[in-house]
């Protein structure tokens, strides 16, 4: 019997011996973490990117389908509403350069920002309900207190996320060695989309026999889940350094950062990249459902299929872009490559309808999710070097700022353009050649195709420096960047 259990704990050891030797080759992320940041600490600080997802989900997914449909909200206003939070993405790079310049009693410098965000999306969510009835005509009380009480719902949860995801993402830059920073971005990353997904499902099961009562009870759920999920990201993260808590000495200006900031000229370069880029890829997210339906025939189960097969490219982009960045390769070099993969996603796309593909149809989408994956896990890590030493904070909140602003306006414009188009193909405005309407959708895709290419033509010079200089980028310091 002892002989039998030695062989077995043998077995089991070889087993595990063998795992540990797979894991960090195999399995996506086993090797981000180290020592000094082992993997529970970093999951547990990932819960902030998982608030976020849910947030994002609630705003721009499940409410906007319940105010229309169940509640009867103007879609005009519920438009209004859903871009509130944009409002506060400008922003992104002064809360980043606060969160730099710090000082408090405690000595922290990134968790009051994270925790004051957090206080923002819960008094957000604390009113919204209640706001939302009274724009029905359902409760009492004159319907301009609904209209301000959404309005300002909206703009706490907008604001509150943008703040806690900007902190929180300087939060993981500080305390990660610069070596597993790329791998990091990723995980965080991929954390966003598990939180968006997770929250779906969960939001879908719980409004499945809708009633003003359930939503109530969900929006709720989801400010006390957004406290305990933060409050567990923050616990024990970021060290106090007594340095901080001198507020006497002289403190730099958010203008004079910003100007050194920008001062090389090639931090303005990768921000007009991330501008481009973002909004190349972003101008189909409330079309492709739509384009599946009207164009390609498919079934409101197939169309709905299309946000998992991008999720599960994105997925496979994130696992690509932390396994090469971890190899050393450029961060520029991979955000290209996303680039490319954008480009040829769209043309499939496009090709779709002339040929009836369905199949093409998809494969573009999930090249869609894929190309995105890369080019955001690329430009995210190259602003992460782009900071100063201690200010990795602006840098995260400009590129930050920049990709949120570009993608509401992308995705704005992109539905304007093609109702627009739309309008005057049904008119004859383009002969009897342009007369279907996959020639209004074509036309939105056509215009991400040449953002793509602008996106190209800009982040050209970043891969020949980065190549000159024989390294990654990842090692580059604002210093580093010739004037």
């Not at 999710?369 to 030493?389: I, K």
């Amino acid at each position: 019997m002892t002989k039998k259990k030695q062989k077995v704990g043998t077995l089991g050891s070889a087993f595990l011996g063998i795992l540990g030797q797979l894991g960090p080759r195999f399995l996506p992320f086993a090797d981000v973490a180290t020592k000094e940041v082992p993997m529970g600490r970093l999951l547990r600080l990932s819960l902030f990117q998982v608030s976020v997802g849910m947030a994002l989900v609630l705003l721009t997914g499940t409410l906007n389908r319940v105010m229309i449909v169940e509640m009867g909200v103007p879609s005009w206003l519920v438009a209004l509403m859903v871009s509130l939070p944009l409002v506060f993405a400008p922003f992104r790079a002064l809360i980043g350069f606060k969160s730099d310049n710090r000082r408090s009693a405690l000595g922290w410098r990134r968790v009051p920002y994270i925790w004051g965000g957090t206080m923002l999306q819960f008094g957000g969510f604390s009113i919204m309900p209640f706001s939302l009835l009274i724009l029905t005509g359902d409760a009492h009380g004159p319907i301009w207190i609904g209209h301000v009480g959404a309005a300002l719902a909206f703009l706490l949860v907008g604001a509150g996320l943008h703040t806690t995801q900007t902190a929180g993402l300087a939060l993981a830059t500080d305390i990660v060695p610069e070596e597993k920073r790329p791998r990091v971005v990723a995980f965080l990353y991929v954390m966003l989309l598990v939180g968006m997904v997770g929250a779906s499902l969960i939001y879908g099961r719980w409004l499945t026999d809708f009633s003003p009562l359930r939503l109530i009870q969900m929006i709720q759920g989801a400010a006390l889940v957004t406290m305990i999920l933060n409050s567990v990201a923050l616990w024990k993260q970021e060290p106090r350094d007594p340095s901080r808590t001198n507020r006497e000495g002289p403190r730099p200006s958010f203008r004079e950062s910003w100007r050194a900031f920008t001062a090389s000229g090639h931090s303005t370069r990768v921000l007009v990249v991330v501008g481009c880029g973002t909004a190349g890829f972003s101008m189909q997210d409330i079309l492709l459902e739509p384009y599946g339906g009207q164009v390609l025939h498919l079934s409101v189960g197939a169309t709905t299929l299309l946000t998992a097969l991008m999720s599960a490219g994105s997925l496979v982009g994130f696992w690509l872009a932390a396994r090469q960045l971890g190899r050393g390769v450029d961060p520029y070099r991979l955000a290209r490559w996303g680039v490319v993969a954008g480009v040829l996603a769209f043309v499939a796309v496009i090709i779709s309808a002339p040929i009836d593909s369905p199949l093409l149809f998809r494969i573009g989408t999930a090249l869609i999710g894929f190309g995105s994956g890369l080019f955001a896990v690329g430009t995210l890590t190259a602003a992460m070097s782009l900071g100063r030493e201690g200010e990795s904070g602006l840098a995260l909140g400009a590129w930050g700022a920049v990709q949120a602003t570009a993608a509401g306006v992308a995705i704005a414009s992109g539905g304007a353009i093609r109702d627009v188009v739309a309008d005057l193909v049904t008119g004859g405005a383009f002969g009897s050649t342009f007369s279907s309407v996959a020639s209004a959708y074509g036309f939105v895709y056509g215009i991400e195709v040449v953002l793509l290419f602008i996106t190209l033509i800009a982040i050209g010079p970043l891969v020949r420096l980065a190549s000159a200089k024989g390294q990654s980028s990842l090692k580059f310091g604002l210093a580093e960047f010739p004037g």
